[in-house]
């Protein structure tokens, strides 16, 4: 069933749970090289299969609907490709006798209570916590990474604009989010394929706080590919600029009714201030905001003329020209002219390994956090689980040690600070020089198959796990010896 609704991280999870039981209680080696092999299968399936994730609704059930369902909210996760509109038809067959409810206001009384019954369905968005170590290191692979986004979830909100003008078209300043968060209570995906709503909570934002939210989302963006094509450029691969270009495209080359220049033309005149007093700060960080994503955008620019074709000059041109005529006044102010040209090396100031420290833009606001220190006070006092039955551990928010941990350890207190895993990979020791005997030097290994331990040599057919040039391969080879002498 697992396999079935590709629900391989699941499956992985019962995996750890049984080779626990059979590696600590049972001893069953050989179902527990059964399930590590399953295992296996069920990882490499996540990093290398296309999945298309479902989206969600929200359903709400009034009227003389059974006790089970009556004036009760539920979040479903679709089937694969199911839209609104698909999902709104297959609800009204599942009831045939219910009617759509398509205003989104609060319904009534005699729609709540009434005779008749009524089904409102709206479409919500996954609202993962994007303050885990999964989505904020950038060496996590884009399909983990994407499962994470949509499942293992119990948090979903949906946003509509309010206008404060009364106007039918109002302007942005006037234009107001209000945010409504759902939680359910279980995490999804879940057998049943629904979850009732257990807790709501809106917030509101004003459009400021909408724009700065929307520079420093772009900008954390930015900082992820900057990472990413960093990485690749220290490489001697053939490397796809277009991601990156694509997305220097679009905030360098803005029209003059979105993004960083209507923000601008809005938050930045005397008038909005004269009209809101209380938002000088807010103002004050949209300022520095812009200016930090400016510098990136200027890194990210050297960074793409160091990695791009030749074919693609001169479109690598179009964007540095853009950049200068739309950037002018941050760029003149940041004295970053010089620095677009020629993009540093990320190995000069690459931490060391292991001790990789995180930036302000590489560690991504909750989406149910204040968007700023000084934001607004419905937001600071909104505070919301959005873990739900996981715990934080599970992506390393708990610092314990695994047993493979463990075990590397006890190997290093008694000299062997190395432990290779194939035949192209060398291992060394700090308390004693390489093993010179050719039978039992570097590059031999432990073979532990099916027959037990059969030599020091890879045989084909078993699994081989090297400790080379140490004492531990010179015992195992010894007891290997003394076997075939038998």
Known sequence: MVGKGKAWESGVEICKELAYQHSEVTFNYQRLSEILGHQATLLEHIVTDQRYYSEYFRVAFYGNFPAALRDRHFIYRGYEWEKIGAFCERMLNKHPGARLLKHTDKPSDEMR????????????????????????NPEVPEAVRKYYEHSAINVFSRTRQVSRSGSEQPEFKDTWNEKTFYKTEESFPTVLRRSEIIEVHVVETSPIENALSDVETKTRELVVLEMKYSALAQTEANVITNPLAAALNTVVDAPDDSGIPMYRQVFFGSDYLADNPDHVELVHQLQ???????????????????????????????????????????????????STHQYPSPMSSRPPEGQHQLNEY??????????????????????????????????????????????????????????????????TLASEPRSESPDFGTGNFVNVGPAGLSGVNGREGSRSYGFSGSKLSRKFGSFARKRSDM
């Open 113 to 136: 209570f009434g005779s008749l019954q009524w089904i409102h369905c709206s479409s919500v968005t996954p609202e993962p916590d994007r303050t885990l170590s999964i989505f904020t």
């Open 288 to 338: 520095l905001a812009i200016e930090d994503q400016v510098r990136v955008i200027g890194r990210c620019l050297a960074l793409h003329g160091t990695l791009c074709s030749p074919e693609m000059r001169s479109f690598h041109s179009i964007l540095e020209r853009f950049f200068r005529k739309n950037f002018q006044d941050e760029i003149e102010r940041l004295d970053l002219e010089a």
């Open 362 to 427: 590489e560690q991504p606001l909750s989406p149910l956090s204040p968007l700023s220190s000084s934001g607004h006070q419905r937001m600071e006092s909104f505070t919301f689980d959005l873990r739900g039955r996981r715990d934080q551990s599970d992506y390393g928010g708990r610092n314990t040690q695994t047993p493979l941990q463990r075990n590397l350890a006890h190997l290093a207190r008694h000299g062997i600070t190395g432990v290779s895993s194939g035949p192209g990979e060398r291992s």
